[in-house]
């Protein structure tokens, strides 16, 4: 018959043995009655401990707390194994609905512009863009605002040092284009421009402006004022009724604003065009010569037309919003609506 000794022995690599096999938490449980719980295979050594002579008693004591701390041991690290891999396992619940993405919307300045940009894509003109970051040139002195001209005082902006400025007009874009092509020019130029204005229902520090130019032999005035008016008519509706008023911009001579009808009462007078029944929504005239002279456009040869409009004054209409600011502010309950 085996000795106590030997039997402890056995249990032990029995014990590691089954516990490498096992691969489930039922099978560790089994684990557990089989030789941990109080009737299992080490509670039934201890008991045979009363049987061993008394002189051998303390050692075999002594084996067989370390075979239970042992086997204890190697049962709790195995327990926390499956433990951790319950818990790393994702829990799929099949009957809960599905996640809905929210989608989202255009901005309205986007949706704005974008229609503007498809309508003179589709009369001829290309798409310039340039930097937003000017230097003095090319926003003002190239446009016929020599140093202290009062028209600077309009446009205010920001300086980052006696040249660097963020630009006032997205006609700095046109001298650039100018620069580096020659005539026949026809392309708009939509784009950020900055002013240092006090911040207002009515102004921001930034905005968007959509301007266009057309430099060939013979350009007319006739030609913007058709060029024009087939906007405004695609833009605005066929029925809306129009108007130009002369006016004084730098870089170009004639000078015109565009009125047209206004689209809420027709021109009967209301809130949103201050009783005048017209809005304002257009500046264009015939480029200057000294435009071209400054870009090296031979000023007897060529003529032109340029253009330039507010798109967050164009969407104030037309979606009567009637603060400027909500454009920036990026709340979803106001961009949701569109
Ligand atoms: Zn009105």
Not at 70 to 94: H, I, M, N, W, Y
Not at 295 to 313: H, L, N, P, Q
Request: charged content about 25%; glycine content about 8%.
């Amino acid at each position: 018959m085996a000795t106590l000794l030997e039997e402890i022995t056995a249990v032990r690599q029995l014990a590691e043995a089954e516990l490498n096999a096992i691969s489930s938490a039922e099978g560790l449980d089994r684990f557990r009655v089989r030789f941990l719980a109080r009737k299992g295979r080490i509670a039934g050594l201890f008991d045979g401990l009363r049987n061993a002579p008394p002189e051998e008693r303390p050692a075999l004591g002594k084996a067989l707390n370390e075979l239970r701390t042992t086997v204890q041991g190697l049962f709790d690290r195995k327990a926390s194994g499956f433990a951790s891999e319950a818990s790393e396992r994702p829990k799929l619940d099949l009957t809960l609905p599905g996640r809905r993405h929210p989608s989202g919307t255009r901005h309205p300045i986007t949706r704005t512009l974008e229609e503007i940009k498809s309508i003179f894509l589709s009369m001829g003109f290309g798409i310039a863009d340039g930097p937003e970051l000017e230097d003095d040139y090319h926003n003002f002195g190239a446009l016929n605002f020599p140093p202290d001209h009062p028209a600077r005082d309009t446009q205010d902006t920001f300086f980052i040092d006696s040249t660097a400025l963020l630009r006032t007009h997205t006609s700095p874009v046109q001298i650039r284009v100018m620069e580096q092509h020659q005539p026949p020019v026809r392309v708009i130029m939509p784009g950020k421009v900055y002013r240092n204005e006090a911040i207002s229902a009515r102004s921001y520090c930034l905005f968007h402006q959509v301007e266009g130019l057309y430099v060939d032999r013979g350009v007319t005035f006739s030609e913007l004022k058709g060029t024009l008016i087939s906007f405004i008519k695609q833009f605005y509706g066929s029925g809306t009724r129009y108007k130009f008023r002369p006016t004084f911009f730098p870089f170009t001579e004639p000078s015109a604003d565009i009125y047209i009808s206004c689209f809420i009462c027709g021109g009967k007078g209301c809130r949103l065009c201050k009783q005048a029944g017209w809005l304002e929504i257009l500046g264009c005239g015939m480029v200057d010569p000294n435009v071209f002279r400054s870009v090296g456009y031979d000023a007897e040869r060529y003529t032109g037309y340029a253009f330039g409009m507010g798109i967050e004054r164009i969407a104030l209409l037309r979606y009567g919003i009637d603060d400027i600011r909500l454009f920036f502010e990026n709340d979803v309950r106001f961009l949701n609506q569109f």
